[in-house]
């Protein structure tokens, strides 16, 4: 079995990461960065493999999918709901960046071509790859675990520093992150420094502070860079908006519809 992570320059100061995990029977490309460029040297890689390759886009995030046709022929999986961002999405975004950046000129979008819902598993040879939901970045993330190395590529459900709370909700996305904290040894984010179940637990009680104490000094981000203080800015903002949600769904005389609004991860 060979695994490689696959680096490429996102923002200022910020990388996002894809990792190729080869199987005696089978391949997969773990998200595809933001071009097929960006994939020059896998290509070659997966050429010399010589066996099947698939493509997982661990969400629809523009940084994680736009290199699929890197591998025009190859299956695309994906969870059901990013597939159907990838459809609503894609093409407004792509117009937008093409706008601003010549290097996106060349890309074609592939969006997913096999879907599921909860939970999927590929035997690739001698290594075996599991996809589950970990909703709270956004709606539709999943994360891939490679049980035989205790390996877990959490794309954006963990990052170093700290996670970015787009859509949430963060309770539920804190606790699922120390259920992982008890299985994995290796954690390889899409943004920042590939750790271990140190990270997981990093991660966790960032967002449980948002919740909790979201004033608080957050060691993670000293020397951390614009980046994600802005977005720290912007978690503290929308884990707000999420407690004050759940307080008024629970409030007396709240009816049932309201309480179930804000703690729905579809």
Same mark, same amino acid.
């Given at each position: 079995?060979?695994?490689?992570?696959?680096?490429?320059?996102?923002?200022?100061?910020?990388?996002?990461?894809?990792?190729? @995990?080869?199987?005696?029977?089978?391949?997969?490309?773990?998200?595809?960065?933001?071009?097929?460029?960006?994939?020059?040297?896998? *290509?070659? @890689?997966?050429?010399?493999?010589?066996?099947?390759?698939?493509?997982?886009?661990?969400?629809?995030?523009?940084?994680?999918?736009?290199?699929?046709? +890197?591998?025009?022929?190859?299956?695309?999986?994906?969870? $059901?709901?990013?597939? #159907?961002? *990838?459809?609503?999405?894609?093409?407004?975004?792509?117009?937008?960046?093409?706008?601003?950046?010549?290097?996106?000129? #060349?890309?074609?979008?592939?969006? +997913?071509?096999?879907?599921?819902?909860?939970?999927?598993?590929?035997?690739?040879?001698?290594?075996?790859?599991?996809?589950?939901?970990?909703?709270?970045?956004?709606?539709? *993330? @999943? =994360?891939?675990?490679?049980?035989?190395?205790?390996?877990?590529?959490? /794309?954006?459900?963990?990052?170093?520093? @700290?996670?970015?709370?787009?859509?949430?909700?963060?309770?539920?996305?804190?606790? /699922?992150?120390?259920?992982?904290?008890?299985?994995? $040894?290796?954690? =390889?984010?899409?943004?920042?420094?590939?750790?271990?179940?140190?990270?997981?637990?990093?991660? /966790?009680?960032?967002?449980?502070?948002?919740?909790?104490?979201? #004033?608080?000094?957050?060691?993670?981000?000293?020397?951390?860079?614009?980046?994600?203080?802005?977005?720290?800015? $912007?978690?503290?903002? *929308?884990?707000?908006?999420?407690?004050?949600?759940?307080?008024?769904?629970?409030?007396?005389?709240?009816?049932? /519809?309201?309480?179930?609004?804000?703690?729905?991860?579809?």
């Amino acid at each position: 079995t060979d695994i490689f992570a696959i680096n490429a320059p996102c923002d200022a100061q910020v990388d996002v990461r894809a990792l190729l @995990i080869m199987g005696r029977d089978r391949a997969i490309l773990i998200d595809s960065l933001l071009r097929p460029s960006d994939l020059d040297g896998v *290509q070659e @890689i997966v050429a010399s493999h010589g066996k099947p390759l698939y493509i997982v886009n661990s969400h629809a995030d523009w940084d994680h999918w736009w290199g699929n046709s +890197a591998f025009p022929t190859a299956p695309v999986v994906a969870h $059901r709901l990013t597939l #159907q961002r *990838q459809l609503r999405e894609g093409r407004r975004q792509l117009t937008a960046k093409q706008r601003t950046d010549g290097s996106f000129t #060349q890309v074609v979008l592939r969006p +997913a071509t096999i879907t599921f819902d909860g939970w999927m598993q590929f035997d690739l040879g001698g290594i075996h790859l599991e996809l589950s939901p970990l909703p709270g970045h956004v709606h539709d *993330q @999943i =994360v891939a675990y490679v049980r035989e190395h205790r390996l877990l590529f959490a /794309a954006d459900a963990a990052e170093d520093p @700290i996670p970015l709370v787009t859509e949430g909700p963060v309770a539920p996305w804190a606790r /699922a992150l120390r259920d992982w904290e008890g299985k994995a $040894r290796t954690v =390889v984010p899409a943004h920042g420094a590939i750790g271990g179940a140190e990270l997981l637990r990093r991660n /966790a009680a960032y967002l449980e502070g948002l919740l909790h104490e979201p #004033q608080r000094v957050v060691p993670e981000l000293v020397g951390a860079p614009a980046f994600y203080r802005r977005a720290h800015r $912007r978690n503290v903002k *929308q884990a707000a908006a999420e407690s004050e949600g759940l307080a008024a769904a629970t409030a007396p005389g709240a009816s049932s /519809a309201q309480r179930a609004g804000p703690v729905d991860a579809d």
